[in-house]
């Protein structure tokens, strides 16, 4: 795998592996992988002729009182793990490649990254959809890779995508967990051993939730008993757990339709996201 940190060693590996004629996928990421990640690379190499993989901890994406300065960095390793999954290239700008003129904002989220995280998070996803737009006329790719895991950001990313008219093939992955079903992230190695003990209540109270939507229960007592597990279980604050149109993320009162649940919540410093697929039963 080779691995370039500016332009134009990245205009010249992705020319040499264009030249054979084949298709190139893209999997972009902030590094500190697992197996979350790797399922990424895994369907991309199904879906393409060549990988290319990148790592950049896009400061436009946090805010002012967010993780950036502490979020986990091991390249080293990372490169390994993206090798041994047979990546043949590997993206790791530094910010003035991804951003020349100064880490601003230059692509708008749109609706769809107004609610949820995105009212949690100002400006979160607009930093999103200004990275990958970069990252896309840089490595331009036939497909990318992105995890349902953020699934909010998996919208965004398609609707920039429309809005531009880029020729790139958008797939969501499915979320990769645990034996315990926490969903795998980066921002698990921030847990204390009794946070990640705990944090196994997310994905429980969001399955309890599906299965009783599915069941026919009501959207508002069901979401509050969710609310009420993780707080229990000592998640402070809750932020949301929401039932919400799957495409639109218009909030429903019933599941009438394709949808899905999410979640947002902290455990000590450390705010963890989670969603789940829920749909009616056939008629
Ligand atoms: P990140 O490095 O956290 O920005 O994530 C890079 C990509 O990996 C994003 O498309 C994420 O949605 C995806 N991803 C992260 N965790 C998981 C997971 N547990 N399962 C599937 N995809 C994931």
New binding site residues.
């Given amino acids: 795998m080779q691995i370039v940190r500016d332009m134009e060693a990245l205009g010249a590996a992705l020319a040499a592996l264009r030249a054979d004629g084949g298709t190139i996928a893209f999997?972009?990421?902030?590094?500190?992988?697992?197996?979350?990640?790797m399922?990424?690379v895994a369907e991309a190499r199904r879906r393409a002729t060549h990988v290319v993989a990148s790592i950049f901890v896009n400061p436009t994406q946090f805010g002012p009182n967010e993780d950036l300065s502490r979020y986990p960095r091991r390249e080293s390793s990372d490169a390994q793990m993206l090798d041994a999954e047979g990546v043949a290239l590997l993206w790791a700008p530094d910010v003035a490649s991804i951003y020349p003129n100064g880490a601003e904002i230059n692509v708008r989220a749109g609706a769809v990254g107004d609610v949820l995280d995105g009212a949690a998070r100002p400006g979160h996803f607009d930093g999103v959809a200004t990275v990958v737009a970069r990252l896309f006329d840089q490595v331009r790719p036939d497909v990318a890779?992105?995890?349902?895991?953020?699934y909010q950001?998996?919208l965004v990313v398609r609707q920039m995508v429309r809005d531009r008219a880029l020729p790139v093939e958008i797939v969501g992955?499915?979320?990769?967990?645990d034996a315990d079903g926490l969903?795998?992230?980066?921002r698990n190695l921030y847990l204390t051993e009794g946070e990640r003990a705990a944090a196994r209540a997310l994905p429980r109270a969001l399955g309890e939730a599906a299965a009783a939507l599915q069941g026919g229960a009501e959207a508002a007592p069901t979401l509050a008993a969710a609310v009420d597990k993780l707080a229990r279980a000592g998640f402070d604050p809750v932020d949301y757990v929401e039932l919400r149109d799957a495409e639109t993320l218009a909030p429903l009162d019933r599941l009438d339709r394709p949808a899905r649940l999410l979640a947002a919540a902290r455990i000590g410093t450390t705010r963890l996201i989670d969603n789940l697929p829920v749909a009616p039963a056939p008629a």
Avoid: I, N
């Avoid at 890779?145 to 953020?150: A, I, P, V």
């Fill in positions: 999997v972009p990421t902030m590094g500190a992988l697992h197996a979350g990640h399922a990424l890779l992105f995890g349902e895991k953020d950001q998996l992955v499915p979320t990769q967990r969903a795998l992230s980066s």
